[in-house]
């Protein structure tokens, strides 16, 4: 198993960047295929990015793809989220997410690990 910590969130204006980070422990973080959703209150979480396990293939939400990027280091255990040219519509609690697909998969119950989930707000 695996376990998750997301963290670099907080508040920036709209066109600003900011880039997520999820620490992994536990077995080897290269075995899984990880990726990032979002959830607003009263909302489903939405698939945002994934990565497969060595980094060569991503997966992106149609409302992120060519402003985000999803990557992975497995020597330091950590996947990032690179969030640029941000929008209002961005905001929402972030999460990380592992699992053993082969593929990045954009199905919510597909991932059986989860991180605590990072705030980011986006204004102006």
């Known amino acids: 198993q695996v376990q998750l910590v997301e963290s670099g969130g907080g508040s920036v204006q709209t066109g600003g960047s900011l880039r997520l980070s999820c620490a992994a422990s536990?077995?080897?973080?290269?075995?899984?295929?990880a990726g990032w959703f979002r959830q607003t209150p009263g909302q489903e979480r939405d698939f945002v990015a994934g990565?497969?396990?060595?980094?060569?293939?991503?997966r992106y939400a149609d409302s992120v793809k060519g402003r985000f990027t999803i990557s992975r280091d497995n020597a330091k255990n950590t996947v990032y989220l690179q969030m640029n040219s941000l929008k209002a519509e961005d905001t929402a609690v972030y999460y990380c997410?592992?699992?053993?697909?082969?593929?990045?998969?954009?199905?919510?119950?597909?991932?059986?690990?989860w991180g605590q989930g990072t705030q980011v707000t986006v204004s102006s």
């Open positions: 536990g077995h080897t973080f290269g075995s899984y295929v």
């Open positions: 997410a592992a699992t053993s697909a082969l593929e990045p998969t954009r199905t919510l119950t597909d991932y059986g690990y």
């Open positions: 990565i497969s396990r060595y980094g060569t293939l991503t």
